[in-house]
């Protein structure tokens, strides 16, 4: 074999390494380490396989070269093979001749078994753990690979280890970002100095030194997630991620790949292997949302993790670990769901450890004002007017008022009232509030029946509006009628946006 011109390797590496740590996707980011790596040490078949450690093995992330229709589904048990001794070792090997290596005897019933001649492999490694491995099986020119080619091979993998790494690091900021960048950025604090909201409080800072499972209870727009938020950063886990998924917006088929991932091939489409909530939420929480939405077979499935610590992927036969401290939250009467037979007893009682209930606003009146102005400087600063402020009679009318949609709906009013107002003073007209209650009055005389039943369909599907934060899908879904036919009747009775 030619010798390679170490200047032109160097250079090129740099240029890699470049190219790499401005690409966002992981596989971009390792096709042109183990490309260039193919064409250097003119190889037939580059594979990198990552280590799951849970499971003990070694599965194939990608690979380039004349490979096999299936090898790319190859998985190898940890210490079996050149490439599980390498895995388990932790140090690159060289074997010139498999067929002389008790090593390679081991992998006969594997795919590469029938066609590999000459291999060299070295760990990929992030810190002293051994994350994966390079393998290089068969040269071009028919020659075997010599010790002198682990160094440029090591090289490699010392920069693919690192590429994953950054990859790595960029979903655990992008996830944590997507969570918690309202609150990083100071618009979410919990507001409040009332004896309701004192006595939640200190209960989250208890439950936040354990590990227990956590239901959180409350109508929609109390700020369960907010709460939820709290027993992560207040415990031991903070440094670690808190995922969060609302158990409302998916169908079942759709819940478990986002909840426990898919392996690859695993369904049309799935092309790489998708790793679900709970791995990413490992060593830190897994907060579900709306988890009285969750259809029996989930249910099913959420209950052995909780029991078990273990699942499996779509499409996978090997059981996944974890350690996730997991916090759920509601607005429905989750007791009555079980009582009825639409919630799993078991599950209730393993998710319900510790229960904590979240107060409506109507229950801690005496933080309303506190609210309003918290979100009155938002605002404000957000348009650039400083001197805008809340008439009293405009704040009395808030404090009498029942705010079905709780915080929620106050930050929305108080939003409107700031964008729709004299940009001066907030007044009782700019906030869209009709009195302290918008439940149905009664029966009044002096309507023709029509006109009585417009009005208490106005009235009922204002109040499921507020109650659901103007969401239509949800209120639709309370009042058991199509959303199509809600947004007809929004129409026809010129009901304002809420």
């Known amino acids: 074999m030619k010798p390679s011109n170490p200047q032109s390797e160097t250079d090129r590496f740099k240029e890699i390494s470049s190219w790499v740590s401005s690409v966002q996707d992981l ?16 190889v037939k078949i580059v594979s990198l396989m990552l280590v799951d450690w849970n499971a003990k093995r070694l599965y194939v992330r990608t690979a380039l070269g004349d490979v096999p229709g299936d090898y790319k589904k190859r998985e190898l048990k940890i210490g079996k093979g050149v490439a599980g001794y390498v895995a388990e070792k932790g140090a690159p090997v060289v074997v010139p001749e498999v067929g002389k290596d008790i090593r390679w005897n081991q992998e006969l019933a594997e795919s590469t078994g029938r066609f590999a001649y ?11 753990e051994t994350i994966g491995v390079i393998e290089l099986i068969n040269r071009t020119d028919g020659g075997h690979f010599q010790e002198a080619d682990l160094k440029l091979l090591t090289v490699y993998a010392e920069a693919a280890a690192l590429a994953i790494d950054k990859a790595r ?28 909201l004192t006595k939640v409080v200190s209960e989250a800072f208890k439950v936040a030194k354990s590990k227990a499972s956590t239901l959180i209870l409350g109508e929609s727009g109390t700020g369960k997630e907010l709460l939820a938020r709290l027993i992560h950063q207040a415990g031991p886990r903070r440094d670690n991620p808190m995922i969060g998924l609302n158990c409302a917006a998916l169908p079942e088929t759709l819940m478990e790949d986002e909840l426990f991932g898919h392996e690859k091939g695993s369904y049309t489409g799935a092309l790489n292997r ?9 060593n830190g ?23 078990e610590g273990v699942f499996y992927r779509v499409g996978g036969n090997l059981p996944v670990s974890v350690d996730v ?18 919630f799993r007893e078991d599950l209730y009682y393993r998710m319900n450890v510790v229960q904590i209930h979240m107060p409506p606003l109507r229950e801690r009146r005496e933080d309303i004002p506190l609210l309003a102005n918290y979100f009155l400087d938002l605002f404000k600063a957000d348009r650039g007017l400083p001197e805008l402020k809340i008439s009293q009679k405009a704040l009395d009318n808030m404090v009498q008022y029942d705010w079905p949609g709780n915080i929620r709906e106050l930050r929305n009013c108080l939003e409107r009232a700031v964008v729709m107002g004299n940009h001066e003073e907030i007044r009782p007209e700019d906030l869209p509030i009709f009195g302290p209650r918008t439940a149905y009055k009664g029966i009044e005389v002096g309507l023709t029946m029509d006109e009585a039943i417009d009005r208490f369909k106005r009235e009922f599907i204002i109040a499921n509006l507020r109650q659901t934060g103007g969401n239509r899908t949800k209120a639709a879904k309370k009042m058991d009628i199509q959303r ?15």
């Open 169 to 196: 690091q960029d979903v655990k900021i992008e996830t944590e970002e997507e969570g918690f960048r309202e609150e990083l950025c100071g618009k979410y604090q919990i507001i409040g100095k009332g004896d309701a």
């Open 325 to 342: 401290r997991v916090i759920c939250a509601t607005n429905r009467d989750i007791l009555k769901e079980v009582n009825d037979g639409r």
């Open 285 to 307: 929480t897994l907060f579900l949302d709306e988890i009285g939405e969750m259809s029996p077979g989930m249910q099913a499935k959420m209950l052995r993790v909780l029991q």
């Open 274 to 282: 998708k790793i679900g909530k709970f791995e990413l939420a490992d």
């Open 484 to 498: 199509t036919y809600l947004s007809r009747l929004i129409s026809k009775l010129d009901i304002k946006e809420i």
């Open 118 to 128: 000459t291999v060299a492999c070295a760990p990929m490694k992030i810190a002293d």
């Open 27 to 42: 596989d971009q980011r390792l096709e042109p380490i183990i490309g260039t790596l193919a064409q250097m040490l003119r």
